[in-house]
């Protein structure tokens, strides 16, 4: 008969998606994305350290709101950046929206619906950036296909919490006479 002894370690949990995470937008390595038209929103060092250790690094997809107002389909990508071999972990996101102005230093909150592929290296940055250009549509397919991950895109995760006084004055009804 099979026994567990009192030292074994839990089986590894299995990834858990959906996955929410918040954090604050912080410059990256400044590699000039934007100017190839593929921002990413990089999040601090304390939203890093919040993944769950099964968390693996790679490129992952799903809704992100930037100080909680309009909610957009989002392409993320975590770990080291093979393809420029960085020695710091990086977790950013392409939100798929045209934005008026940079948003440095807002609050982005991210919920990521599904895995997509491994971190790699390329050939060339022309092999990368092609590589992005299929996982966005991708993404956007996916997350227009699937229900389960439409309805995520309401979740009050991504609401503002009201204050009372919010709360008085936007649900204030006339007195009945
Ligand atoms: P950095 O290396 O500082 O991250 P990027 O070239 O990656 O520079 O640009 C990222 C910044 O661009 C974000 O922090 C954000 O302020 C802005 N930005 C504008 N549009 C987007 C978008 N659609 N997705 C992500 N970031 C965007
Ligand atoms: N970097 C890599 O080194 N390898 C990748 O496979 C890779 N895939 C990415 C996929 C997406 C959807 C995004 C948004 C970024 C990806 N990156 C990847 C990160 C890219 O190298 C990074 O945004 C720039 O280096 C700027 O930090
Ligand atoms: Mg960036």
Redesign the pocket.
């Known amino acids: 008969m099979a026994t567990t002894p009192d030292t074994a370690k839990p089986p590894t949990k299995p990834l858990s998606l959906p996955l929410y995470v918040r954090g604050t ?1 912080v ?8 100017d190839l038209g593929i ?4 999040l601090d060092d304390g939203a890093i350290a919040s993944l769950p250790s099964d968390f693996d690094n790679g490129i992952y997809y799903g809704w992100a709101s930037v100080d909680r107002t309009d909610v957009h389909k989002m392409v993320m990508s975590v770990g080291y950046n093979p393809h420029y071999g960085n020695r710091k972990k990086s977790m ?8 008026p102005e ?3 230093g807002s609050e982005l909150s991210i919920v990521v619906v599904d895995f997509l592929r491994d971190e790699k290296s390329f050939p060339s940055l022309e092999a990368l950036i092609a590589a992005i250009h299929a996982d966005i549509n991708g993404a956007s397919i996916n997350l227009d296909r699937n229900d389960k991950y439409l309805k995520i895109k309401q979740s009050p995760f991504f609401q503002r919490e009201t204050t009372k006084e919010e709360e008085g004055t936007t649900d204030a009804v006339p007195a009945s006479t």
């Open positions: 937008v410059k990256g390595l400044g590699r000039g994305n934007k921002p990413t929103a990089n950013e996101a392409h939100l798929i929206h045209e934005f940079d948003f440095y």
